[in-house]
């Protein structure tokens, strides 16, 4: 009997969206703050931690990378809260 792959999704917070969902297995590396592209420090984090998870993954399995978005909010001027400022315009 063959061994059934696995799909892991490494990543930051939006990793949530897979939680309950039996394909994939979820694993939360920390904030999009921290583990980020911004910065060779923070660069060198992730790619430490990603690296430290990959070790632990199967070789018929298969992994996703789910980062980034927190970084191109940020690079495109909307900031790591956006939501914030579209409230304050709605309620103030």
Known sequence: MAMQSKIWVIG?????AF?????FIPFYI????????LS????????????????E????DSIILFLGEPDTR???G???KPWK???RKIFL
């Open 12 to 16: 930051d917070s939006h990793t949530r």
């Open 19 to 23: 939680s309950f969902n039996d394909n």
């Open 30 to 37: 920390g904030g999009g703050k921290q583990r980020c592209f």
């Open 40 to 55: 060779d420090q923070r660069l060198s984090d992730l790619i430490s931690k990603v690296l430290h998870i990959v070790k």
């Open 57 to 60: 993954v199967a070789a018929q």
């Open 74 to 76: 940020f690079n495109l």
């Open 78 to 80: 909307i900031g790591w």
């Open 85 to 87: 400022r579209y409230y």
